[in-house]
């Protein structure tokens, strides 16, 4: 049988693994940050109505640039973040994924390097190298946030074309503040005109305001953004940016004619019609955040401090043995492979109790077991 290194493939690609996370049938799975909250039956029926409109029209090709959709993503952002910004500033795609994708083909590629500050979000390095993209690994501190000092030396001396700062930052939790931001900037342009993205997937569940006003008077700053986590729609596979027009006019030089279908413009429309009732799932799930960190805290892990759907917490002598001891009790959680750490989505009421029985109970085991690092200087809750 042949193996996959036994074919032509490109040399940075090989030995690497396709991004995954187990998918396991149990009682309560809270491993991938997906909203646990299905879409309410009145949106249900208003993307049936929306997607029976553009099934008349299947005939043709959708709309290539999708004007009305940028339109009411750029509203959104607008309305939301008190930030505006025009149509002509917005792009969407085929998730978060895609933009990015566009973004290294458009400014990235051989010759090109790009940096993130490690652990974050690993597609950022995936398809970094599926570009052709060098990637670099930058620094952070022991606390999980971006060591400013470190990472300006690291981009003066390895003068990156794209840089990803991640806020919040996946699988972490951390946020990231705008004087990091800007400052990330400011070196980036210094060592060569480089673009700047900001991975803004989580933002409507961080305690801080968007980053998006970071945009305004930096061509090369680009935010981005995804209506799988908020929304509730990781199934639509929806991602947008927002920067400078330029920006979008640069990307559209490398986007697949007709990428985003018909019915995928369609849903996200319906969607967006219902950002209100979504958005108070949103503030449902940062009050189960919030309280599945202080849970944790009292039972006597170390949590890091979090802005998003999910919770890091620890500390392990080995993170994949607790992963197992959870999943155990019928609760499916994420090792990113961040030593000492794992990860869980916030869910509804019920999944963290769930969850918390089962924390709870493993971290009695372990600690008995002198499987469990006490950290004193854990930081209190955002």
Known sequence: ???????????????????GAPQLDVPVRLNTNENPYPLPEPLVARIAERVAEAARGLNRYPDRDAVELR????EYLSRTTGHGVGTDQVW????????????LQAFGGPGRTAIGFEPSYSMHALISRGTGTGWISGPRNADFTIDLAAATR???ERRPHVVFVCSPNNPTGTAVAAETVAALYDAAQAARPSLVVVDEAYGEFSHRPSLLPLIEGRPNMVLTRTMSKAFGAAGLRLGYLAADPAVVEAVQLVRLPYHLSSVTQAT???ALE???????????????????????????????????NF??????????????????HGVLVRDNGVPGWLRVSAG?????????????????????AGDITHDSTTKESA
């Open 274 to 308: 219902y950002t209100d009732t979504l958005l108070g799932y949103v503030d449902q799930l940062k009050r189960e955040r919030d309280r599945v960190v202080e849970a944790l805290r009292a039972t006597g892990y170390e949590v890091v401090d979090s802005d998003s």
């Open 348 to 368: 509804t009421p019920e999944e963290n109790d769930a969850f918390l029985d089962a924390a709870a109970t493993v971290h009695k085991a372990f600690d008995a």
């Open 1 to 19: 049988m042949t193996h996959v290194d036994d074919l032509p493939l490109r040399d940075e690609l090989r030995g690497q693994s396709a991004y």
């Open 92 to 103: 969407a795609a085929n998730g978060s994924n895609e933009v990015i994708q566009q973004l």
């Open 268 to 270: 996200a429309l319906a």
């Open 154 to 156: 690291e981009i003066a």
């Open 71 to 74: 339109t009411r993503l750029a």
């Open 311 to 328: 919770v890091q917490f620890g500390r392990f002598a080995d993170s994949h043995t607790a992963w197992q001891a959870i999943l155990d």
